[in-house]
């Protein structure tokens, strides 16, 4: 909770109180609403609920209940100024820290939202969501600018050597958990899934390879387009990812954080909506991975038959593993991280960039709403497409080899790329669980 808020701080800190409280993307919230909302939470679940205490601003739930109002409407609302939300955000934390000394979270509690902490772990979670969300904002936002970080390590020797898919072994797998102790209630339960064997790219999608899509008139070809896909990008002018532009010469390059620099070719595309990436995928002659696959790849240990909590196993993510936590302001380039590569071969599946997946967001067989409907059972069905993996502006609280995300089709301020799968021709693998 304390690296979360840190981060919350950094964001909302490194701009003034005019921008604090402007709204940069009618798709976005002011960051100050985010602030603010992120106490409210606090408050609301640690404070409470777990604490039992009547809470300081009970009167406030209403202004920021994000299902109350549209992110469009929130600059309307009498919300708290900067230096208002600042105090309410530490005075909520310092009655946050005084229940976390008082309530029992071991491993003889009954009541499951203080057993192991969960509750905690939930609100850390969620600050660090509503940090990436901001982080989003941030690159919406117009100005000069404001973040720094270290650029993200070199490519290994071997990047430009390593075969350009994986081989997934079909057969069954335990998908989701019922043992992660922070599990949110749409990753439970743990349960068998079969998958055909597939190959997969053993790297997301790059820049340089969507650039050739581009030129191969893929935006302008209905073939590659789902009907929805089609009408889309007709109707918003789709010809690039988001925030990319053309240059004088005719290449391409692209705003990041307030600076503008020329795509580099070896990154994972990022700012991609679903239907690009289904779009750029039947232009390859291949497909999106469904969720099952994807998690197939990342989780399952065919030498064991267990289902990791991480592409490269159960120890918690290093700076070695992945690229998470903004701990760069950019994906790293393909093919890094080889410590983090799964047991399938393939490499960043977590972290530099969120994939999507051919999924429609749905429960899992036996899922229970968990602590309240408004997480996820809402949010079920087919407009919903399934994400994976987390970005570079994802912190590792949030993201596992189980932690699923979900967003409209149409979405692309998000951090997001993909990776493409196809089916294995018959006697391609084996058929060991």
Known sequence: METARRRTLALTDCVDDADLSAQHSPLMSPLVWDLAHIGNQEELWLVREAGGRPGLRPDLDPLYDAFQHPRADRPALPLLGPAQARQYVADVREQTLDVLDAVDTGPGQAEPLLAGAFVFGMLAQ????????????????????V???????????????LPAEVLVPGGLFTMGTTTEPWALDNERPSHPVEVDTFWLDTVPVTNGAYQEFIAASGYRDERWWTEGG??????????APLFWERDAAGGWTRRRFGRTEAVPADEPVVHVCWYEADAYARWAGRRLPTEAEWEKAARHD??????RRYPWGDEEPTAEHANL?????RPAAAGSYPRGAAPSGARQLLGDVWEWTASDFSPYPGFEAFP?????????????????GGSFGSDQVAVRGTFRNWDYPIRRQIFSGFRTARDAAAGEGGGAG
């Open 126 to 145: 969620h600050e660090q969501q509503h940090d990436e969300t901001m982080l989003a904002t941030h690159q919406l936002r117009r100005g000069h600018a």
């Open 147 to 161: 973040l720094e970080a270290p650029e993200p390590p070199a490519a290994p020797a071997d990047a430009a050597t």
């Open 230 to 239: 089609w009408r889309h990008v007709q109707d918003a002018g789709l010809e």
């Open 302 to 307: 065919p030498a064991t038959g267990a289902s």
């Open 325 to 329: 936590g903004q701990r760069h302001l």
């Open 372 to 388: 309240y409907k408004e997480y996820s059972d809402v949010f079920f069905g087919p407009d919903y497409k399934v994400l994976r």
